[in-house]
């Protein structure tokens, strides 16, 4: 009983760093999810790429989508997601970019 009780906080940390690493994975995939949208309709020239970007993640997250940029033939957005922390009082202010680039349906249509 008495190692266990010693071992219990080891075992509390490592549970608590697998979990907080599942939070990074999430928000790479929230902030790849939210890139893409925007960038796909920015590449079919509506416009609103940044309301498709937020759209497509979870309203929960702290993101940034930047407006989605094109070059002719291809519209490319980027978009950054603050990592939810676990505990409330560990600050870490990590953040995820990710971007994505979509060919244009018409190439005068970028942005």
Do not use: C
């Amino acid at each position: 009983m008495l190692e266990f009780a010693g071992f219990l906080p080891l075992l509390l940390i490592i549970g608590l760093a697998a979990i907080q690493l599942g939070l990074v994975g999430y928000a790479a995939n929230q902030a790849g999810s939210g890139a893409r949208a925007a960038a796909r309709v920015a590449s079919q020239g509506e416009g609103g790429g940044e309301a498709a970007g937020h759209a497509a993640m979870d309203s929960g997250l702290d993101a940034d989508v930047d407006a989605p940029t094109g070059s002719g033939e291809t519209s490319t957005a980027t978009v950054k997601v603050q990592v939810p922390t676990l505990l409330p009082f560990v600050d870490t202010d990590w953040t995820v970019t990710k971007s994505a680039t979509m060919p244009n349906d018409d190439p005068d249509a970028g942005g």
